[in-house]
């Protein structure tokens, strides 16, 4: 089975662009999330969504930051503007609802903003 | 302070030697608790799943929880080299999906 889909798997790219980071999530789970990885911070929730409802996007930083799922097999991250601090590593990570099901994460979009 | 903490190490051992991972959290109305591994430019894969105090052993990996001191570990015997990556704890407050807490992570390296 496919896991998790991001693409691109890398970005580099000036301040002030728009960058835009897709998921794909496994087929089937109804859970979806999206998460930064710093060296400083760690791995961090952004925002997450159930049945492609926004449930809780209080970890995202600021209004630059914005999520979508427009259907249950695609999701985006969209940042606009885009800041040298914004560098990190973005993952998607999907799971079912019930139980002990684990997040299963995809490998990930290395961002890089000059 | 963080609700989940972590040593970041890096922690280096000999083959064979049996590891120690820990976190602790303030927050006790956590119930649920994982430990996740990740490899170098991976994303995090789960390893361990567990609920409430004790302990649970999978193969050469075991994770205890002490509820009452808001204290996880994971132990790993036998290190092998293919157990060198980064192994994150992360805890959740219910049992249904939803927003996982991750500490910071635990950088191992097992040494041939």
């Known amino acids: 089975d496919a896991g998790v889909i991001q693409s691109p798997r890398h970005e580099v790219t000036e301040m002030g662009q728009e960058v835009t980071l897709r998921c794909k999530p496994i087929?089937?789970?109804?859970?979806l999330f999206w998460y930064r990885q710093t060296m400083m911070r760690g791995l961090e929730l952004l925002i997450y969504?159930?049945?492609?409802?926004?449930?809780?996007d209080s970890g995202m930083p600021e209004d630059r930051f914005s999520a979508k799922m427009p259907n249950a097999s695609f999701s985006t991250l969209k940042i606009q503007p885009s800041e040298p601090r914004d560098s990190a590593v973005y993952f998607c990570?999907?799971?079912?609802?019930?139980?002990?099901?684990?997040?299963?994460f995809g490998d990930g979009t290395r961002l890089s903003i000059l | 302070q963080k609700e989940v903490e972590q040593d970041p190490g890096p922690l280096s051992v000999p083959e064979g030697a049996i590891v120690s991972l820990n976190c602790t959290y303030s927050?006790?109305?956590?119930?649920?608790f994982m430990w996740y591994r990740q490899y170098s430019r991976k994303g995090p894969e789960l390893l361990m799943y567990?609920?409430?105090?004790g302990n649970k052993e999978d193969g050469r990996f075991t994770a205890q929880v002490d509820k009452s001191s808001k204290y996880i570990s994971l132990f790993i015997r036998d290190s092998q080299p293919s157990d060198s990556a980064t192994y994150l704890c992360?805890?959740?407050?219910?049992?249904?999906?939803?927003?996982?807490?991750f500490g910071q992570g635990t950088e191992l390296s097992v040494k041939p």
């Open positions: 990570a999907s799971s079912f609802s019930t139980g002990n099901q684990p997040q299963h």
């Open positions: 567990t609920y409430s105090s």
């Open positions: 087929s089937g789970h109804d859970y």
């Open positions: 927050n006790s109305a956590f119930q649920y």
């Open positions: 969504f159930n049945n492609n409802v926004p449930i809780d």
């Open positions: 992360a805890m959740k407050f219910d049992h249904q999906g939803g927003k996982l807490i």
